[in-house]
């Protein structure tokens, strides 16, 4: 089915190579730093419970210090794109990450390393905020969708290949290494950026609304914390009083964005259909991910017994598969309406849950890596077209509203994907936590391919102007 289209018309007309293909190298590397420290710790937590004296209860902050700076700053960070200039905003993320990662490389203490992730956080908030709004100024129109299907396939395998990227770090050195790699790459990456980043951009002239900030920060500091709260049974009145504060701040944030011209939340588009459906369908997309991404090391190291360097490996064939579809998906989505691809990618992706569910309880390592390639499929076929599509039907002049959009849907996933492992395995026994993850898993994959039909009555808003 070809898809039905809407001409874009801004006269943006990118980079010429080689400088583009430069750019968008820059840009890459410094997406891939951020998107991979969200989980990259994952692995050794329970090596730095041990070697801080902590309970792992506590360590667990060391990860979710950095989701926590990034959820409750992108939005911000995307408006202050959008007022000051993509690459201003992102190379000044890429410099504050490489800093902080070198005091996290040389943290002593636990409490010295959480505050730096937490700064980390920020860093990382400041380049995913903008960089899906910074490719519109660096590829020429007719092929910006291949060139968001580039950038949806970094942010997709990095976010994946948390486990195996510890493992190989790991297998030649320590855990300070998981910081330290950062350095290099993210000066490599400041200096490309500097060289090769676009200056000049459309800026809105209007001042940065500090008040939306706050409040968006305590509303998804809030909404977060209390989910949070749930997974681990913390005193029900205090939850209670969380709740409360997140519904009266939340409701004045609303109200406040409603009243802007330029909201922080962009809840303006959200009134476009085909924006709303697409953000509906990426949350799905991400809590599916990551209610297998985080059960599935727990059944790997304490069910079947293989070593965190295994369990990293065994995960791999997710990334790899996602590297493999999430350009191809690029192209087809000039091509292809969205809604069909997103459904085809998350009914593969939900067979594929299921199949790991019905894994022999003493599977070959074969017969988990064929199952791990069949998700990573899935997840690229549909996650390349979905940010495509949800950058290219926001206004020119919103693009930075829209990157930040992706972000917070992706975080949003992510957090409750992480909050209902936690709470499925307070209420399961051990030995079955895992497979019922990965049922819930699939029902989120299988609404997410729903929810994707229910595009197939909008426009898509990409179209090659050579077809």
């Known amino acids: 089915m070809i898809s039905k289209s809407i001409a874009i018309t801004d006269n943006t007309d990118g980079l010429p190579n080689p400088r583009r293909i430069w750019a968008v190298v820059a840009a890459s590397l410094a997406l891939i730093m951020s998107v991979l420290d969200a989980n990259i710790v994952n692995v050794v937590l329970p090596t730095l419970s041990r070697e801080f004296g902590t309970s792992p209860s506590t360590t667990i902050w060391v990860m979710n210090a950095y989701q926590l700076a990034i959820t409750v700053s992108l939005l911000s960070f995307s408006s202050l794109g959008d007022i000051y200039g993509y690459h201003k905003v992102f190379l000044s993320g890429v410099a504050v990450f490489c800093v902080t990662s070198l005091i996290c490389a040389l943290s002593t203490s636990f409490w010295m390393l959480t505050i730096a992730r937490v700064l980390q956080g920020f860093g990382a908030s400041a380049i995913t905020s903008v960089n899906t709004a910074q490719l519109r100024t660096i590829y020429p129109r007719r092929f910006l969708g291949r060139g968001l299907g580039i950038s949806a396939m970094v942010v997709s395998v990095s976010a994946v290949a948390g486990p195996s990227v510890t493992s190989a770090i790991l297998s030649v050195g320590s855990w300070h290494w998981l910081f330290a790699i950062n350095i290099p790459l993210g000066l490599l990456a400041l200096i490309m950026g500097l060289i090769y980043l676009p200056h000049r951009e459309k800026k809105q002239n209007r001042s940065f609304d500090k008040t939306s900030a706050l409040a968006n920060a305590l509303t998804f500091g809030l909404l977060i914390y209390s989910m949070e709260g749930f997974a681990h049974h913390e005193n029900i009145y205090l939850l209670l009083i969380q709740i409360l504060l997140l519904l009266v701040v939340g409701t004045y944030y609303i109200r406040r964005q409603l009243r802007q011209e330029f909201p922080l939340l962009p809840v303006d588009l959200l009134k476009i259909p085909i924006f709303s459906l697409s953000v509906c369908t990426s949350i799905c997309s991400f809590t599916a991910q990551m209610l297998a991404l985080v059960s599935l090391p727990f059944f790997l190291q304490n069910t079947l017994g293989r070593t965190e360097v295994a369990t990293g490996l065994l995960l791999t064939p997710w990334p790899v598969a996602t ?83 992706i972000g917070t849907a992706r975080l949003l996933g992510q957090t409750l994907g992480a909050t209902l492992v936690a709470l499925l395995f307070s209420f399961v026994i051990p030995q079955k936590g895992t497979t019922v993850c990965l049922w819930v898993g699939a029902a989120f994959a299988l609404t997410a391919a729903i929810v994707s039909c229910l595009r197939l009555s909008q426009q898509m808003p990409l179209r090659r102007s050579d077809s």
């Open 323 to 405: 590297l493999i579809t999430a350009p191809q998906a690029g192209y087809l989505v000039e091509r292809v309406h969205a809604g069909i691809l997103g459904s085809i990618g998350m009914l593969i992706l939900s067979a594929g849950l299921i199949l790991l569910s019905l894994l022999p309880s003493s599977p070959s390592d074969g017969a988990i890596i064929w199952r791990m390639f069949v998700c990573g499929l899935g997840f690229g076929f549909f996650q390349t077209p979905n940010n495509s599509t949800i950058i290219a039907s926001a206004p020119i002049h919103r693009s930075g509203g829209a990157s930040g959009m």
